[in-house]
C-alpha cells in the first residue's frame, strides 16, 4: 500500500513510500481510507516543532475517515462495508484524559492516517453520520471534537452565552457552527474583512478585525457592556493568551486550545483577581465523539466548512497550503 512518512523533519522531505498492507488483530478491523484533513498539528510534527525527538518513522495525521474491509475474529462492533473515522486517541474511550491515554495519539505516538488502510482496534473506531461525505467525516475527529470539548464539556455552553472565538481555523469555524446553532452569541476575529464576512454568513453576531483594532481585548469588552465573554476558544497560546484573559468575564473560561501565535508575556495575576478558569483542550475522548456526531445529526443542516480539497500526490502542497494561514475552515486530501 501507499503511504507516506516523516523519514527527516521538512516539508519538503515528506516521503511517499511503498509499506504492507497491515495484518487485522483478532480485535481490529481494517479500514480503507478515503479522505484524511490537516491540523495545525500535523503541520508541526511534520516540520518538527511539536516533538523534536519523534520516532521516526511516523505515519503522519491524526484525522481520517474510509470504510471497513475486513475485521479480526473477535470484532462484533463492525462489519465490512461500514464507514469509519478512527478516533483521535485511539486509548481514550471516555473518562478523564490520563497519560497513558494521551499516549495513544494517531500521526505523533501512534501511525496516522495518511496511507492507503490502516488496521485499528474496534473500541479505537467511530462511526460517520450518514449525512455525511468521506471527506467531511475526515474532518471532524480532532477539530470538531476539540471545538465540541471546549464549548459543551468545558464550556458548559448555555444558550445565554457570548463566546469568543479567535481565526477562521478548522477549530474556531466548528465551534462557531455549533456555539451558533446551540443559540449563544458569538465573536470572531481575523485579520481579513473576507473572512469575517464568510463567518458573519455562518452565524458570526459580532466581527473584529484584528488588524485595524489591535486592542481586540478592548473591542470586546465594548460589545458586551464591559462584562466580558463566557468562553474564550483560545487558539493563539502565549502570544493571545493575555488578551484572551482580559476579555472574559469575572468567573469566565478560558479552553486553551493552540499555539498560532507563538511567543509572549503572560501576567497570570487576571486569573486570580477575575476568577478565570483556564482549561487545556487536549481533543477528546470517543464519548466526546459520539455525543459530538449525536448533535450533528439533530442539526443536519451543519456541514463541515472545506476550503480547498488535495489529492494523494498533492500532501506537500496541502501542507504549504496550510502553513499560509489563507484557509477559511478545514483542507482536505482526497485518497
Known amino acids: ?5 516523516i523519514q527527516a523533519f521538512g516539508i519538503e522531505n515528506l516521503a511517499l513510500v511503498e509499506r504492507p498492507e497491515p495484518a487485522v488483530g483478532d480485535r481490529e478491523a481494517l479500514v480503507k481510507f478515503h479522505a484524511a484533513s490537516l491540523n495545525y498539528r500535523d ?4 516540520k518538527g516543532s511539536y516533538n523534536p525527538r519523534l520516532k521516526m ?18 470484532v462484533t462492533k463492525w462489519k465490512p462495508g461500514d464507514r469509519v473515522m478512527p478516533a483521535f486517541m485511539q486509548g481514550w474511550i471516555d473518562g478523564g484524559i490520563a497519560a497513558e491515554k494521551a499516549r495513544t ?17 474496534e473500541d479505537g473506531l467511530v462511526r460517520i453520520p450518514d ?36 481565526g477562521t481555523g478548522g477549530v474556531s469555524i466548528f465551534a462557531l457552527q455549533l456555539a451558533s446553532v446551540y443559540g ?37 469588552l465594548e460589545l458586551t457592556g464591559k462584562r466580558g465573554v463566557d468562553t474564550v476558544v483560545e487558539v493563539g497560546g502565549a502570544g ?3 488578551k484572551s484573559v482580559n476579555a472574559v468575564r469575572m468567573g469566565g473560561h478560558v479552553a486553551v486550545i493552540g499555539v498560532l501565535s507563538g511567543k509572549g508575556e503572560f501576567n497570570p495575576t487576571a486569573i486570580l483577581m477575575k476568577s478565570v478558569r483556564l482549561q487545556g483542550i487536549f481533543v ?33 502542497d496541502a501542507l504549504m497550503y496550510l502553513e499560509s494561514g489563507k484557509h477559511f475552515g478545514k483542507i482536505v486530501v482526497k485518497f
Open 57 to 74: 518513522p511516523l505515519v503522519p495525521f491524526s484525522d481520517g475517515a474510509g470504510e471497513v474491509v475486513a475485521v479480526g475474529a473477535g
Open 1 to 5: 500500500m501507499k503511504t507516506y512518512e
Open 184 to 220: 449563544a452569541r458569538t465573536i470572531i476575529t481575523s485579520s481579513s474583512d473576507e473572512k469575517l464576512r464568510r463567518a458573519k454568513e455562518l452565524g458570526a453576531d459580532e466581527l473584529i478585525n484584528y488588524r485595524e483594532r489591535e486592542d481586540w481585548d478592548r473591542a470586546v
Open 105 to 121: 495519539a494517531l500521526g505523533g505516538d501512534r501511525d496516522g492516517v495518511l496511507r492507503e488502510f490502516g488496521a485499528f482496534d
Open 284 to 316: 477528546g475522548s470517543r464519548q466526546m465523539f459520539e455525543q459530538m456526531n449525536l448533535l450533528l445529526c439533530q442539526h443536519s443542516h451543519l456541514k463541515p466548512i472545506i476550503d480547498k480539497t488535495f489529492g494523494f500526490g498533492e500532501v506537500r
Open 240 to 242: 493571545t493568551l493575555q
Open 43 to 46: 503541520l508541526m510534527m511534520v
Open 131 to 166: 449525512h455525511f461525505s468521506y471527506e467531511e467525516a475526515a474532518t471532524l475527529p480532532c477539530a470538531a471534537v476539540t471545538a465540541y470539548h471546549a464549548l459543551f464539556e468545558s464550556g458548559r455552553l448555555r444558550p445565554e452565552d457570548t463566546i469568543l472565538l479567535q
